[in-house]
């Protein structure tokens, strides 16, 4: 079974920059496309960005390219989600998901808070 431990949210003000980590655990991470995902106050989750593939290639929302880097440590189990440039609307619950197929994602964290003052 797999598990999914995030940490690293906090309050921080606009423009400050935060690194979110998710510890995975019970099976082999390496073979597990990976993502973040976010949920604000009164809107739907959505997809921030995912990492998959022997290569890690990374996939972003509009709203976070540039800001925004997902990767990953195979050696640690570990799933990093680096924010820049934080902005009032990034405030939220952070989630990092896994999925063997890619398609959906069947594993899920807690989630960690991560508030953006203006």
């Known amino acids: 079974q797999v598990q999914l431990v995030e940490s690293g949210g906090g309050l921080v003000q606009a423009g400050d920059s935060l690194r979110l980590s998710c510890a995975f655990s019970?099976?082999?991470?390496?073979?597990?496309?990976m993502a973040w995902f976010r949920q604000a106050p009164g809107k739907e989750r959505e997809l921030v960005g995912d990492?998959?593939?022997?290569?890690?290639?990374?996939s972003y929302i509009n709203s976070v390219k540039g800001r925004f880097t997902i990767s990953r440590d195979n050696a640690k189990n570990t799933l990093y989600l680096q924010m820049n440039s934080l902005k009032p609307e990034d405030t939220a619950v952070y989630y990092c998901?896994?999925?063997?197929?890619?398609?959906?994602?069947?594993?899920w964290g807690q989630g960690t808070q991560v508030t953006v003052s203006s």
């Open positions: 998901a896994a999925s063997t197929t890619g398609q959906r994602y069947t594993y």
């Open positions: 019970g099976r082999t991470f390496r073979t597990y496309t």
């Open positions: 990492l998959r593939g022997v290569g890690s290639s990374t």
